[in-house]
């Protein structure tokens, strides 16, 4: 499990291609075939998927929405901006009527 998790950490947080991988892995002595790590990655990506819906259905239905780019994108500033959705309880003031 902690190779999958690896190849994916280096593949899409530190952006490094699976043929990179892949000859890192021949230099340690390795050997496996570049069509392997791509259904491995595929396949791990396939596993996360249903995690990945969880979470945006659990954003999408949260009461308070964040647009991360909200401004101006061609000068580099980008700014955060929360909202409060209304729900029937806080209309109702239960829940500070923010």
């Not at 491995?40 to 239905?61: C, D, H, K, M």
């Not at 929360?82 to 209309?91: E, G, K």
Request: aromatic share 8%; proline share 5%; charged share 20%.
């Amino acid at each position: 499990m902690s190779f999958l998790a690896g190849l994916l950490v280096d593949k899409f947080l530190y952006h490094c291609p699976l043929y990179r991988q892949h000859q890192r892995l021949e230099d340690g002595g390795i050997r496996v075939t570049r069509p392997w790590l791509t259904q491995l990655t595929q396949q791990s990506i396939a596993l996360l998927e249903p995690i990945y819906e969880a979470q945006l259905a659990s954003v999408r239905g949260s009461r308070v929405g964040c647009n991360d780019f909200d401004g101006d994108r061609t000068s580099g500033i980008v700014r955060s901006v929360v909202r409060f959705v209304p729900t029937p309880l806080s209309a109702q003031g239960v829940m500070g009527g923010r």
